[in-house]
């Protein structure tokens, strides 16, 4: 948890398959399978910070500044998440959502894959 980023990794993955299981549902017209899965995948949210926090804390010293934007845009990643799922329900345009999830996302993987532990192959 501390020293590898498998528990960290384990849970965004799992989040952003929830979270299209949740679009998903949504588009089928499934409102109450969505709203559980919603649910599940805020409780993944907090598995995400927890775990991304933990290796933070514990290996931020390495270079301050770009493990601090790296947590900050994850952050960034889930309200993006949150964003389109509650406009959705509420009929709202996401389109402006979408685009910072695309955004969001393509920055964390980068930031995630540069950054020292686990895979970095970006160097
Ligand atoms: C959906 C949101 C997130 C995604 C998609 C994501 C993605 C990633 C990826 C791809 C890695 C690299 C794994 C590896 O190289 O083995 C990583 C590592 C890491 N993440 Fe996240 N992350 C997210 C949220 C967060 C949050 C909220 C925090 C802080 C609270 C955080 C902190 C970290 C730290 C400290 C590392 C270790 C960096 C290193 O390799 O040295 N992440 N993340």
């Known amino acids: 948890m501390f020293d590898n980023t498998h528990a960290h990794i384990t849970t965004w993955v799992i989040a952003i398959i929830l979270f ?20 599940i995948l805020r409780l993944f949210y907090l598995l995400i910070i927890l775990t991304g926090a933990l290796l933070f ?21 889930i309200g993006m998440f949150e964003m389109v799922l509650v406009r959705m329900n509420k009929g709202k345009s996401t389109k402006m959502f ?3 999830l695309i955004i969001a996302l393509i920055i964390v993987l980068y930031l ?12």
């Open 20 to 39: 299209f299981v949740a679009v998903g549902l949504h588009n089928a017209g499934k409102k109450k399978g969505m709203k559980v899965v919603h649910m």
């Open 57 to 77: 804390w514990k290996h931020q010293g390495i270079n301050p500044a770009l493990y601090g934007i790296k947590g900050l845009v994850g952050i960034w990643v």
């Open 98 to 100: 979408w685009i910072q």
């Open 112 to 123: 995630g894959l540069r950054l020292p532990l686990g895979l970095n192959f970006l160097g």
